[in-house]
């Protein structure tokens, strides 16, 4: 069963930094494509940026500058360095594993940015 587990997220003054990680267990971690997500209190979950197996990015526009998404196939890990946080950066980022029609979710760990 695969399971994806989170951590990194924190309480950050405006201007910090965070990394945020996620580790798959369960199966074989170079299969999947790998995304973060988050959700903002009272709004939608959207896309932060994901990586392809290959190592292609893709970032939303609030992140580009600031995140960047890795992969180390050797760790079973995604890596989100959260750079110069703002407050509108708050919410619950969570890891996604997608492989054809297989998707999974991690339980999201919270990142809130306030002075």
């Known amino acids: 069963q695969v399971q994806l587990v989170e951590s990194g997220g924190g309480l950050v003054q405006p201007g910090g930094s965070l990394r945020l990680s996620c580790t798959l267990s369960?199966?074989?971690?170079?299969?999947?494509?790998m995304g973060w997500y988050r959700q903002p209190p009272g709004k939608q979950r959207e896309l932060v940026a994901d990586?392809?197996?290959?190592?292609?990015?893709n970032y939303a526009d609030s992140g580009k500058g600031r995140f960047t998404i890795s992969r180390d196939n050797s760790k079973n890990t995604v890596y989100l360095p959260l750079n110069s946080l703002k407050p509108d950066d708050s919410a619950v980022y969570s890891c996604?594993?997608?492989?054809?029609?297989?998707?999974?979710w991690g339980q999201g760990t919270q990142v809130t940015v306030s002075s």
């Open positions: 996604n594993a997608t492989r054809g029609r297989s998707e999974y």
């Open positions: 369960g199966s074989i971690f170079r299969f999947y494509a």
């Open positions: 990586i392809t197996t290959g190592g292609g990015t």
